[in-house]
């Protein structure tokens, strides 16, 4: 369990290139009600005063980082991002010297992050750490080879994962090396310590907490934004 005493960093892996969203340029630098979709995600994490440290991992060939104004702010941190999210995680990791500290990893592409869903996550993980989650409310279908329904999957204790991500600095890079070294499919930080057999905590969080990922999340955002 985070402690008071304990420092909490954020970590944002941001070296993607977002290829379903169709675009020109990497997906966490379309705009959004006039900023960037990263700008905003950096804003809600530097601002909870909670958080002591950002670490953004971004790709090597980045030349759009630098003309955010976050860009600029003292308790940030750029490092090297890598080939996978898991790739980009662990390097920020890497960078944090500290291993008392707790990490919160968040989606570059999850702009509307609330400090009323940081507060709760912080306040509900336990020692195994814990995860932001939704609880899955639509009917769900299991498709066969040929894109027809197999059968109905029972929806109970289905949750759809979302972030942050709350788990302890060592633990989690740990975590994460053994899971790259062993070639393992790794989807969240929260697939990772599964594997070591850790449980981390459901949180409940807001459906406001949306992923851009196709054309159509970027338009919901905008109305979230507004809001």
């Known amino acids: ?31 959004l009600d006039g900023r960037p979709i990263l700008s905003h995600t950096l804003g809600r994490l530097l601002s909870h005063p909670g ?5 953004v991992a971004l790709g090597r060939e980045d030349g759009f980082f630098d003309e955010l104004p976050e860009s600029a702010d003292p308790r940030l941190t750029r490092v090297p991002g890598g080939q996978e999210r898991a790739d980009s995680v662990l390097s920020a ?13 968040h989606d570059a592409a999850r702009p509307c992050l609330s400090h009323e869903d940081i507060d709760r996550l912080i306040q509900l993980s336990g020692e195994q750490g814990g ?17 027809a329904i ?10 759809h994962a979302l972030t942050p991500q709350l788990f302890p600095l060592k633990a989690l890079r740990d975590a994460l090396a053994q899971g790259l070294e062993q070639g393992a499919n790794i989807t969240d ?18 459906p406001a907490n949306i992923k851009v990922t196709h054309p159509d999340d970027l338009r919901i955002a905008r109305l979230l934004i507004k809001e």
């Not at 958080?51 to 670490?55: A, C, F, H, L, N």
């Open 150 to 159: 197999d059968h109905t999957v029972e929806r109970s204790g289905l949750w």
């Open 189 to 206: 930080e929260a697939s990772a310590m599964e594997r070591l057999g850790w449980h981390p905590t459901l949180v409940e969080g807001s």
């Open 93 to 105: 990791l890497n960078h944090i010297d500290d291993d008392n500290a707790w990490v919160m990893v």
């Open 51 to 55: 958080i002591t440290r950002v670490v």
């Open 131 to 147: 995860i932001l989650a939704a609880p899955v409310r639509d009917t769900m279908k299991r498709a066969n080879g040929d894109g």
């Open 1 to 31: 369990m985070l402690s008071k005493q304990s420092p909490l960093y954020a970590v944002v892996p941001a070296a993607g290139v977002g290829k379903r969203m169709g675009a020109d340029i990497p997906k966490q630098y379309l705009p």
